[in-house]
């Protein structure tokens, strides 16, 4: 069965309920101007689903939720990389015995999920299936357990799991708005949909490393996030690492953030600042510049800083991790609780330029495609 459309007329969670009703194998591609994504089904679950805006990689999500420590994802990625079996990370952390699998498996859901949140707030754009054998074994380009990729997650589990994660997030932003006496900002609307051209055949497109090949990320590996935390403590009281998405910032690590009754890590894995939205954030990400000085008036400035506790810090620090002609992250910090003056920006800035040169995956260069299995954090 191979199906296309525009998500005008079928939305994302009615598509994946199609698939999953009907237990297809293949792969569902979704593409809204330059943003495109490919979530991959198994007999109607999904075992993979990625986009081409930077990724966060799977060490990145242990290490911020803290299901494992820094030294030990250091540990297992170092015997990744000694090892000639070329096991993924998944793998290699349940064998040192840090990691079981229950824990593993919560982990890939939850960073499928963030991909797939994308997905869910598209309102316009194309989709196409089209039927892929995947062998019992897939050779996906992943980080975690093959037992995973062969089992994959019940789909329409997932689909209630993003929904509530974007209902969440638009309650708070209109919780905030209420507090402030003011509207949530939202972009304008997206362009008239353009004709939809009939797909034509595509050299290897029942061909997952073909489809896959197709979503050239960089890959926000875990080394860099923690990199950049560790030189940012030295610097302000606390920080937030954000990755930029085709939906927004989100919030992948923190440092120093206490809220009162809830946990602080959740909070900022659960923040999403628009990019199409005037903020602080999405100016120094257009600009690929740092930023020091006073806290902007802005609905998704004063948005930021509530949903990391309350207060108006007197200064903030906003740093952009540049990879080529990539942003893949950027840093938010300030000195609250307390008025402590920043320091100078320069180790910092420097730091966080060597964190992207040593830790970040690159874009793929176009031409062959090199073996999917993957030694990145």
């Known amino acids: 069965m191979s199906l296309f459309g525009r998500l005008e007329e079928l939305a994302v969670p009615e598509i994946l309920h199609v698939v999953s009703w009907g237990e297809k194998t293949g792969s569902l591609t979704l593409t809204r101007g330059r943003a495109e994504g490919v979530v991959v089904f198994r007999r109607g679950r999904i075992v993979h689903a990625a986009s081409n805006s930077p990724r966060e990689a799977l060490g990145t999500i242990l290490v911020c939720r803290k299901f494992v420590t820094e030294e030990t994802l250091m540990r ?208 120094v990400t257009a600009k690929r510049g740092s930023y020091r000085g006073m806290l902007p008036l802005s609905f998704w400035d004063d948005f930021l800083v509530a949903q990391l506790g309350g207060g108006r810090p007197r200064e903030i620090v906003v740093v952009p991790a540049v990879a080529g002609a990539d942003v893949v992250a950027v840093l938010y910090g300030d000195n609250l609780p307390g008025d402590r003056p920043i320091g100078p920006l320069a180790s910092l800035e420097a730091a966080v330029a060597e964190a992207c040169a040593r830790y970040v995956v690159p874009r793929r260069a176009p031409g062959p495609r090199a073996p999917l299995r993957t030694v990145s954090s």
């Open 76 to 283: 297992a990625v170092e015997e990744q990389q000694r090892s000639a079996s070329g096991r993924c990370l998944g793998a290699v952390l349940i064998a040192m015995g840090a990691l079981s699998a229950k824990t593993l498996e919560t982990a890939v859901r939850q960073q499928i999920e963030q991909v797939m949140a994308e997905f869910f707030l598209w309102e316009s754009g194309h989709f196409r299936f089209e039927p892929v054998e995947l062998p019992e074994r897939s050779a996906l380009d992943l980080e975690s357990s093959d037992i995973l990729v062969e089992r994959g997650f019940n789909t329409e589990q997932v689909v209630l799991e993003v929904v509530k994660r974007v209902d969440d997030a638009r309650r708070r932003e209109e919780d905030h708005a209420a507090a402030s006496r003011r509207s949530v900002p939202r972009p304008s609307g997206d362009a008239r949909p353009q004709p939809l051209p009939r797909p034509t055949p595509r050299p290897g497109a029942g061909d997952l490393e073909t489809i896959l090949a197709g979503l050239q990320s960089p890959a926000l590996r875990g080394e860099a996030v923690l990199t950049i935390l560790r030189h940012a403590r030295g610097l302000v009281r606390r920080g937030v690492v954000f990755a930029p998405t085709h939906r927004g910032l989100a919030g992948i690590g923190q440092f120093g953030v206490e809220i009162a009754g809830t946990s602080a890590d959740e909070r900022v894995c659960e923040l999403l600042i628009p990019l199409d939205q005037p903020s602080v954030l999405a100016d």
